[in-house]
């Protein structure tokens, strides 16, 4: 089977972005960028990222999870610890983030280091969740193989009646990650293939070195 897609070409220029307009802090930049892309009607999840981690098998592994949260510390989301990547975090909390906003024509790219968020955050943003979202991350041993879906519906439907009436409770294999990061790059489609690119790096505590790099 084969398909050439060598003329699959897009021109991008719709944003440009300059170091000269752009913040010393990344935070503030990201936050200007999702403000912007979150108004995008073609953007449906503005707030779903790739996240990439080390697997303990060596190989790297990307997947896509929902960011829930972005204070000045980082990006938080939310996982079973106890799935592949949860695992794999515990193993080595490298991590890359992810995002790409075609409508835009922008990409944010974020390495640092994931953490678990405090288990009072974890369980607000559970308790905020619906019923059969709450039921649905109890019921799934997340990332374990099952013979089939009969094993979901029917866990589900014996966890809707074994809590009926009652409040469900986060379990402690499901909560938040904070992804602090140690570096940022911004991604600007531009004309000609040479597109924008401004990357941060923590150099101590605070302090973010920019600059601009080749695309
Ligand atoms: C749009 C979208 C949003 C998702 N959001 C989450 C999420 O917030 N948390 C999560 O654990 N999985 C989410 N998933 C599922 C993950 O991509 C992945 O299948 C799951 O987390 C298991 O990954 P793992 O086995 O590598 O740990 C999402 C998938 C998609 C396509």
């Known amino acids: 089977m084969e398909r050439d897609l060598s003329n699959y070409r897009k021109s991008y220029k719709k944003n440009e972005l300059l170091l000269e307009n752009t913040s010393e802090n990344p935070f503030e930049l990201f936050r200007d960028w999702f403000v912007e892309v979150d108004q995008y009607k073609e953007i449906d999840e503005a707030n779903a990222m790739t996240i990439s ?10 997947r896509v999870v929902l960011l829930k949260k972005y204070t000045s510390e980082g990006f938080i989301f939310y996982t079973n610890y106890n799935s592949e990547k949860g695992k794999a975090i515990r193993a080595n909390p490298n991590v890359c983030l992810s995002f790409f906003w075609p409508a835009a024509e922008r990409q944010i790219i974020i390495k640092g ?12 943003y559970f308790e905020s969740r619906p019923r059969g979202s709450k039921l649905g991350a109890i019921v799934s041993n997340q990332s374990q193989p099952i013979k089939d879906r009969d094993v979901l519906e029917k866990k589900l439907k014996s966890l809707e009646s074994q809590f009926e009436g009652r409040e469900i409770e986060r379990p402690e294999f499901w909560g938040g990650f904070i992804v ?3 570096e940022l790059e911004f991604w600007q489609g531009r004309p000609n293939r040479l597109h924008d690119r401004i990357r941060y790096k923590l150099e101590t505590p605070q302090n973010w070195k920019k600059e601009r790099l080749s695309p």
């Open 53 to 62: 981690t080390i697997g303990l098998d060596g190989f790297p592994k990307s």
């Open 113 to 124: 280091q994931a953490e678990k968020v405090p288990e009072s955050l974890s369980d607000d």
């Open 180 to 182: 602090k990061p140690i």
